[in-house]
């Protein structure tokens, strides 16, 4: 073959076409999250025009702790519904973990017996709601909008309703709500470790393709040998565990105990967040990475209202309205409604 031939493929093969760089980029960023991204970018851009404020880094900042506690709320809660559930009680298991662990703190001038409790209380949330659903069979639903209640409830029991304790001269509670490592937060550490520990989970280990395969066809993977009520009760232990962590950043962010305060509408906010980072409320489809992005955009969205001084209350007709929107877009995605006039 002369200099000037052009090799041809072997026979039967289809030369290799390389992929559009744009169509590259989707595939590895996924649609959901880039229009998550531009959204943000837009967002940023337009509150940044109206206040110079917006990009100071203290105000860069106050974003990251603002959603830092909703944040490792969202990314749990991305994992039960993952599984096709659903846990309304985490903003109550925070509160109760917020007053136990200072109540305990108050008693025994320990924090790290504080947080021990904490941290107890909220697995044994998790496990009541893992069971009541599993041997109860009840509903995720109506299990977990059950123990809301009894949780918000015995909150405010043990504390009468009241802050509990004084928790803002003990070094480690003061380190967990003020203190940085290389500038940054140590409330928004949590949060990356939080999320980058669950996103390993669920990309990389048998754990996490078990809980996509229970929630993307509970009959297929119970034949596959998947223990699906072992999968569900782990998934709400973690999820009661992690919304302990959250009950304690809450203490140590406010300096006391909050039975209601700070924890109220948690529930809300990570559910928002996970539906509109694209999580499939049926289960079996989304990730961490797409709700960190609308857990950013949720607070970004806050902190734009508020230094526009913009009254509250729009916060939460716009956290609604994102709500709202998210779940439309998936249903549009799916196909044909199930309910209503045909789309």
């Not at 290799?16 to 989707?26: C, F, K, M, S, T």
């Not at 959603?67 to 109760?96: E, H, K, N, P, W």
């Not at 998790?126 to 009541?132: A, I, K, R, S």
């Not at 948690?266 to 499939?280: D, F, H, K, N, P």
Request: proline share 3%; aromatic share 4%; glycine share 14%.
């Amino acid at each position: 073959m002369s200099k000037t031939d052009t090799p041809t493929a072997p026979a039967g093969s289809e030369p290799r076409v390389r992929p559009h760089p744009l169509r590259h980029a989707l595939d590895v960023v996924g649609v959901q999250n880039l229009s998550l991204i531009v959204a943000l970018i837009v967002l940023c851009a337009a509150i940044g025009s109206q206040n110079s404020h917006f990009f100071l880094v203290s105000n860069i900042k106050t974003i990251g702790t603002t959603v830092a506690i909703v944040g490792i709320l969202a990314v749990v809660q991305t994992t039960v519904m993952l599984l096709g559930g659903l846990d309304i009680s985490v903003g109550s298991a925070a509160g109760l973990t917020s007053v136990a662990s200072a109540m305990v703190f108050t008693s025994s001038a320990s924090a790290g017996l504080g947080i021990l409790v904490g941290l107890v209380v909220g697995i044994g949330v998790g496990l009541l709601n893992g069971l009541v659903i599993v041997y109860g069979r009840v509903n995720a639903v109506i299990a977990t909008l059950a123990t809301y209640a009894a949780l918000r409830g015995l909150a405010n029991l043990i504390s009468d309703g009241r802050a509990q304790g004084y928790t803002g001269t003990d070094s480690t509670f003061v380190f967990l709500a003020r203190g940085s490592i290389i500038g940054i937060p140590i409330l928004v550490w949590v949060l990356i470790i939080v999320a980058a520990l669950v996103h390993l989970m669920l990309r990389y280990t048998d754990i996490g393709r078990n809980i996509y395969a229970t929630g993307g066809n509970p009959t297929a993977a119970r034949l596959a040998g998947i223990n699906l009520n072992r999968y569900v009760v782990g998934c709400y232990i973690l999820a009661g565990f992690v919304a302990g962590i959250a009950g304690i950043l809450l203490t140590a962010r406010t300096g006391s105990g909050q039975p209601t305060s700070g924890s109220q509408g948690l529930e809300l906010q990570s559910i928002t967040a996970a539906a509109l980072g694209g999580v499939a409320l049926q289960g079996g489809k989304g990730g961490i990475s797409g709700t960190i992005l609308a857990v950013l955009l949720l607070g970004v969205l806050q902190n734009g209202l508020t230094i526009l001084n913009v009254n509250s209350f729009w916060q939460d007709i716009a956290q609604g309205a994102l709500l709202i929107v998210a779940v439309v877009i998936q249903q549009r995605r799916k196909g044909p409604r199930a309910y209503g006039l045909p789309g």
